[in-house]
């Protein structure tokens, strides 16, 4: 936000305008109501973003944790390239698993093509515990192009940044690390689970990192409850 007084979103959701063919009065009236919701929305987005990126240091990674990718063995300092940050996502791939989680494989496939722009500001990896011969197969399979998939050899970065459960299982992690000065800090890692759920809804964090979610939370029949993505249908 620039400091500026904001005018009240009831007040701009009636300047919108935006009117479409044969609504009725009713619907307009809700549609306002909503459209002024929606602003403040937005605005509470901006303001959630503000106060993450003014969070204080991280904690300094300290671990040589080490990496296979699709060139080789890397270093955690690697993945991070010419870039000063660094967003890794903790893909529910390991050893264990026949085959990736369905939801992790439908986010990264939205991702996929937005890599090369996320590029353009910070670095990104795709970190699994499954061989990176193994990663590499699905990639192929799945039809991915940029996604950069590292295995975590050890599974250590897994454990340590929540991409394990308790009993060794696979687990969706998302961090965003800095490196400045030449420290390598975490920066800031999704919190919300089962734990902090609200009734009546899957875990998830917010702003929803899949874009399936948004589309379908625009329609009648929202994302539901009794449905989830599938690697084939």
């Known amino acids: ?96 698993r026949e085959r990736p989680c369905p939801m992790c494989t439908s986010l990264l496939s939205a991702w996929d093509g937005e890599v090369p722009d996320i590029q353009q500001r910070v670095a990104l990896a795709i970190v699994a515990r499954s061989p990176i011969a193994r990663l590499v197969a699905f990639k192929r399979e799945r039809g991915w192009h940029h996604l950069p998939l590292y295995s975590d050899i050890s599974g250590e970065f897994s454990r340590d940044y929540h991409g394990m459960t308790k009993d060794g299982g696979d687990d969706a992690g998302f961090s965003v690390f800095t490196r400045r000065d030449g420290t390598i800090r975490h920066f800031w890692g999704g919190e919300m689970n089962g734990a902090s759920s609200d009734p009546g809804q899957d875990p998830r964090g917010a702003p929803d990192l899949m874009p399936l979610w948004t589309i379908l939370d625009m329609t009648p029949e929202g994302r539901g409850t009794d449905w989830y993505p599938k690697l084939n249908y």
């Open 1 to 96: 936000m620039n400091g500026s007084p904001l005018k009240p979103a009831t007040e701009l959701a009636r300047a919108s305008g935006m009117r479409f063919p044969n609504e009725s009065a009713e619907y307009r009236r809700a549609r306002e109501a909503l459209l002024a919701e929606e602003i403040e929305l937005r605005r509470h987005i901006e303001r959630v973003a503000e106060q993450r990126r003014a969070l204080p240091p991280g904690g300094e990674v300290r671990k040589n944790y080490a990496f296979e990718g699709e060139n080789g063995k890397a270093s955690f300092a690697d993945l991070f390239g010419t870039r000063d940050s660094l967003v890794v996502y903790t893909y529910m791939y390991g050893p264990q």
